[in-house]
């Protein structure tokens, strides 16, 4: 069996998109399914494009996520690159002599061909075609010119690119995702190759690199399915096995169209500014368009490796769901041992660390869905705001029965012993059994005590606050809350 070795190529043109994530996880299931490897190439032939630091930017979203690849460019921890794995260089722009190599030789096999065609004949090419509604394609030109005449004017120093020579027929595959795909090459341009500038398009580079670095499957965005046929000419010019294609659909807004910034965050990097968990961003993007289960949600990534199925990816757009992600975050940060809540909710918070917060954190992680709420949620235990003293009053009481509830409730928090103001479960049983005692309802006692306690219509429950507060700070609210109510 040929080992499986998938690649995710991303252009440093900027930072790295949710989509390019979602197709990475989908490359490093695979990989790792089946005891393979996945490797990062960066595809920067497109010079113009590039954007300074998108690589760091990439390499350090990776290793966010914490999805290790086997080959490629490895960022250091003093910011510098080394790369790993026997196929590089993993960076394009350093493999200029062997796409050179390669587009020589199909030239000389007649299987390509250099052109000379300026940029306004070609717009102009373009336009008439449109005109008459044809496929805006390259009308083949320079194809008539003979090999020594193109080599005249190499040599002279004309501009030049190379185009690959599309045969009469049809180019039929089986898409991994998508099924069988048939593209008639009356429809196939005679593509660029190698630009003037001496750098190749995506079409050779990618075939070139693919089959030089051993990749068995190629995953990418369904926009590149219409490439699909010029990259199996490729293949058959040069008389190499293709790789298995897969096209995944696209990441859909809550519109329904495509994602773009206006209806969601496109770069990685947004949804860990916004508080999202790595380990729930990778559940959740990895199971957009594919889930191993229909009555479960929450997959760790071992389970995502095991039951990943590209015969099982929905060919439809998948549709990102911001609810579903913070239903899903939620469900990690309840999940996380409190201290490494506090570990991450750090950076976040605008108030100082103190014992108050890390007890609050512990307490509101049931409350919000990501880290930037934190700092909202524990602000109240912080500072008492203003709060309206109807408030305090239980719906089936009145101002009288809340004096009088919060003045009990002064004495026995009063008498509270430390091994008691220590634990949520001891604060609850001797408030609870004060109630039973008294014969009272919860709602005229605990009612009043949670809201002088958090200034609050909506908040943890009377004992969770008392916890994090603590006595001393429990007592002075609950004597501002009476003198409230008595004024």
């Not at 760091?56 to 250091?76: A, K, T």
């Not at 510098?80 to 960076?91: A, F, H, L, R, T």
């Not at 693919?210 to 040069?238: N, Q």
């Not at 429990?474 to 109510?485: C, F, K, M, P, T």
Request: aromatic letters at 8%; charged letters at 25%.
């Amino acid at each position: 069996m040929t080992a499986v070795r998938t690649r995710i190529a991303p252009s440093p043109t900027g930072k790295m998109h949710i989509g390019t994530l979602r197709t990475a996880l989908f490359d490093y299931f695979l990989s790792k399914q089946n005891n393979g490897q996945f490797i990062i190439r960066i595809e920067d032939t497109d010079q113009e494009r590039l954007v300074p630091g998108a690589v760091e930017n990439l390499l350090e979203m990776f290793h966010s996520v914490h999805i290790p690849h086997d080959e490629g460019p490895f960022l250091q921890p003093d910011g510098s690159m080394i790369e790993k794995g026997g196929y590089g260089p993993y960076v394009q722009s350093q493999r200029l002599d062997l796409y050179n190599k390669y587009a020589n030789e199909l030239v000389e096999k007649g299987c390509a061909y250099p052109c000379f065609c300026s940029t306004e004949r070609l717009d102009e090419m373009r336009k008439a075609q449109i005109a008459v509604k044809q496929t805006t394609k390259y009308d083949r030109k320079c194809l008539s010119l003979t090999a020594e005449e193109a080599r005249e004017r190499i040599e002279a120093g004309e501009s030049h690119v190379i185009r690959i020579k599309v045969p009469e027929g049809k180019t039929e595959f089986d898409d991994a995702i998508r099924g069988h795909v048939v593209f008639d090459h009356r429809e196939v341009d005679d593509c660029i190759i190698m630009k003037s500038d001496g750098f190749p398009t995506y079409y050779l580079a990618c075939v070139v690199d693919d089959y030089l670095m051993k990749i068995s499957h190629v995953l990418r965005g369904e926009e590149w399915i219409s490439s699909t046929p010029k990259s199996l000419i490729l293949c058959a010019m040069f008389e190499w096995e293709a790789p298995i294609f897969a096209h995944v659909p696209l990441l859909l807004g809550p519109d329904k169209k495509k994602l773009s910034k206006r209806t969601g965050d496109t770069a990685v990097e947004e949804y860990f500014v916004h508080g999202y968990l790595a380990e729930a961003l990778i559940n959740f993007v990895g199971t957009l368009g594919f889930n191993p289960s229909a009555d479960r949600e929450i997959f760790t990534i071992d389970e995502l490796i095991q039951s990943f199925d590209l015969s099982k990816v929905n060919s439809g757009g998948a549709i990102l769901n911001m609810e579903k992600l913070d239903w899903m975050n939620k469900q990690y940060l309840m999940s996380l041992q409190v201290e490494d809540i506090i570990r991450r909710v750090k950076p976040f918070l605008k108030v100082p660390m103190n014992d108050v917060v890390e007890r609050a954190v512990g307490i509101e992680r049931s409350r919000v869905a990501r880290l930037t709420e934190f700092d909202d949620a524990v602000k109240p235990y912080l500072f008492l705001a203003e709060y309206d003293p109807k408030i305090l009053v239980w719906k089936k009481a009145d101002v009288a029965d809340a004096i009088a509830q919060l003045t009990r409730m002064e004495l026995l928090v009063a008498a509270l012993s430390e091994e008691s103001c220590a634990s949520i479960a001891l604060l609850e049983a001797a408030i609870k059994e004060y109630i039973t005692r008294e014969g009272l309802q919860n709602g005229n006692v605990l009612w009043p005590l949670r809201v002088a306690l958090s200034g609050q219509e909506k908040s943890a429950t009377p004992f969770e606050t008392l916890w994090v507060l603590g006595k001393e700070e429990s007592l002075r609210r609950i004597q501002v809350a009476i003198a409230l109510l008595k004024t």
